[in-house]
T-cell receptor, first 109, second 112 residues
Framework: RKEVEQDPGPFNVPEGATVAFNCTYS??????FFWYRQDCRKEPKLLMS???SGNEDGRFTAQLNRASQYISLLIRDSKLSDSATYLC??????????FGAGTRLTVKP | EAQVTQNPRYLITVTGKKLTVTCSQN?????MSWYRQDPGLGLRQIYY???????DKGDVPEGYKVSRKEKRNFPLILESPSPNQTSLYFC???????????FGNGTRLTVT
């Protein structure tokens, strides 16, 4: 079993749709969690950190469920510019950053 | 501007010809790391450094070397590149090992 698993997609949605990504992790000792966005052939960029209480940044909401060991990312009112690959990242220690393989999203007009 | 700078962006080389990919950060970060990204495999860590003169192996260190003589620089060295090292490489840094990573803009390496 992979340490961090994501649905690879692709997710193809119309503009304005709400889309949700889930990510599961295997190490119950994991301490911090992040969502990154990666555009084609470019570097990953931090989208948001994920806190136990859940957090929201504009149209993006991230949640953490420690009991079930998954994190989620919800994108509301999708824009064309949201098209990218979304990476789930889990940190279990001072140097143990584990990346999911990414979920590809395409938002269409 | 705070950034991680990698060079070169693109590199085509032949088997066995030593090469170095440079990485520099201007954020005074303690932690630096190298990753390779291959289709379907996600980002895999090659080497990391918690501080100056401290380096250690990641998940896929075979065929690579690194050094951390100064805080800002963390070059990746391929002494004898092979075709299976054809990949997209990213350098990253963070304040500390568990902080969010800042990535360089990548180096696409092709070894023929």
């Amino acid at each position: 079993r992979k340490e961090v698993e994501q649905d690879p997609g692709p997710f193809n949605v119309p503009e304005g749709a709400t889309v949700a990504f889930n990510c599961t992790y295997s190490n119950s000792a994991s301490q911090s969690f992040f969502w990154y966005r990666q555009d084609c052939r470019k570097e990953p960029k931090l989208l948001m950190s994920v806190y136990s209480s859940g957090n929201e940044d504009g149209r993006f909401t991230a949640q953490l469920n420690r009991a079930s060991q998954y994190i989620s990312l919800l994108i509301r009112d999708s824009k064309l510019s949201d098209s990218a690959t979304y990476l789930c990242v889990v940190n279990t220690g001072a140097n143990d950053m584990r990346f999911g393989a990414g979920t590809r999203l395409t938002v269409k007009p | 501007e705070a950034q991680v700078t990698q060079n070169p962006r693109y590199l085509i080389t032949v088997t066995g010809k030593k090469l170095t990919v440079t990485c520099s950060q201007n954020m005074n970060h303690e932690y630096m790391s190298w990753y390779r990204q291959d289709p379907g495999l996600g980002l895999r860590q090659i080497y990391y450094s918690m501080n100056v003169e401290v380096t250690d192996k990641g998940d896929v260190p075979e065929g690579y070397k690194v050094s951390r003589k100064e805080k800002r620089n963390f070059p990746l060295i391929l002494e004898s590149p092979s075709p299976n090292q054809t990949s997209l490489y990213f350098c990253a840094s963070s304040r500390q090992g568990y902080s969010p990573l800042h990535f360089g803009n990548g180096t696409r390496l092709t070894v023929t």
